[in-house]
């Protein structure tokens, strides 16, 4: 049996769902709205790459690299996004929550934070993790303050980490949350989503 399987995440706000080639029709709308492929800092596929996309990370998915979500708004029913487990190290009980991406109508919403609660949770709880990592580039300063709201310590940069489809080479700011300090983070999102 594989560490992170495939599973089905429900909250109020949203549900993750792992990741299938239907989701692709969905997943075009979603990045169509804001125009989510043109933000230079980040590597969100163009409408006509989804489908590509889609297949790449199930063939991830197969190879237990990762684990991938397209996220539905519960509200509305629609395909709003995708996230994902990446960097999964069974060994040492630690993964990474990255490659998030939402359609506009969805940023700055209780999704997000739903949705980070979902997967902390299951990584914690039964997956019993000891540590999830989070990263993000060293320009996007909108994804560290968001992270930083979810309880996450900064670990560190990584210096000319990753060469970026454009050629630029990215720094990127590491984070993580210990399980030793999830219960607090976990009644910090909690309380996030009851103000929403």
Not at 47 to 54: H, Y
Not at 90 to 104: P, V
Not at 118 to 142: S, Y
Request: net charge neutral; with cysteine; hydrophobic share 40%.
């Amino acid at each position: 049996m594989a560490f992170v399987e495939p599973i089905m995440l429900t909250g109020r706000y949203a549900a993750l769902e792992p990741l299938d080639i239907k989701h692709a029709a969905g997943l075009e709308e979603a990045v169509m709205d804001g125009e989510l492929w043109k933000l230079w800092f980040t590597a969100i596929p163009a409408p006509e790459e989804v489908a590509e996309f889609v297949e790449q990370l199930l063939s991830e998915r197969a190879q237990g690299k990762s684990m991938a979500f397209a996220v539905r708004d519960n509200k509305s029913g629609k395909i709003v996004g995708s996230t994902r487990y990446l960097n999964i190290d069974a060994g040492n009980r630690r993964l990474e929550i990255g490659g998030t991406w939402y359609a506009a109508r969805a940023q700055r919403t209780a999704i997000n934070t739903e949705c980070k609660l979902l997967l902390l949770t299951h990584a914690f709880e039964a997956l019993d993790c000891i540590a999830v990592e989070f990263r993000t580039d060293w320009l996007n300063q909108r994804s560290q303050a968001a992270i930083e709201r979810l309880g996450a310590k900064r670990d560190g940069v990584l210096r000319n980490h990753r060469i970026m489809p454009d050629g630029r080479i990215r720094d990127t700011v590491c984070y993580s949350i210990l399980r030793n300090e999830w219960n607090g983070v976990k009644i910090n999102l909690q309380h996030k989503l009851e103000r929403d």
